[in-house]
């Protein structure tokens, strides 16, 4: 994989590196405190506003500790397995102005940890904004799709090599 990727950022016209902390939403965020993702997007331009490419990274997410179930008296607490995900993706982006973008991200998560995590389709929308010459401010949804969803909503930072 970092072959291939390495092949395809040769030809590329933007590589882009995240770092993004988030708060996972709705039963999600019932089983993990938060989340710490790093990604890597490969950019080419398709016309004067519109890039697409591909993107990985790494997200993980940091188990809770939850109360065991009703029945058992008295209630133990249990740490929750930190879940880890290895999405790959295209992604499409298409600037608005000159400083602000609108984009998302479409492929598929691959669960790396607990053993029993399976993955799913994954999808992210996002819009970024434009503070420096080379770093965005990124705020996105990024869902993990496969009987019920995986939610986090996540704000970073990307820089351009």
Do not use: C
Not at 88 to 93: F, V
């Amino acid at each position: 994989m970092l072959a291939l990727f390495g092949l395809l950022t040769m030809s590329a016209q933007e590589v882009n590196a995240g770092l993004h902390l988030g708060l996972p939403l709705g039963e999600t965020s019932d089983l993990y405190t938060f989340n710490l993702t790093l990604d890597v997007t490969v950019l080419w331009e398709i016309s004067e506003d519109f890039e697409a490419g591909a993107t990985t990274g790494l997200s993980s997410n940091f188990g809770d500790e939850v109360e065991s179930p009703a029945d058992i008296s008295p209630p133990i607490m249990e740490k929750v397995d930190d879940a880890m995900f290895l999405p790959i993706a295209g992604t499409a982006r298409y600037e608005i102005t000159e400083a602000f973008t609108l984009g998302v991200d479409l492929g598929y998560a691959i669960g790396l940890a607990p053993s029993s995590n399976d993955g799913g389709f994954y999808f992210a929308p996002r819009a970024q904004y434009d503070i420096a010459d080379d770093l965005d401010i990124v705020l996105s949804y990024r869902g993990i799709s496969n009987d019920g969803t995986f939610s986090v909503l996540n704000l970073g930072v990307e820089y351009e090599f």
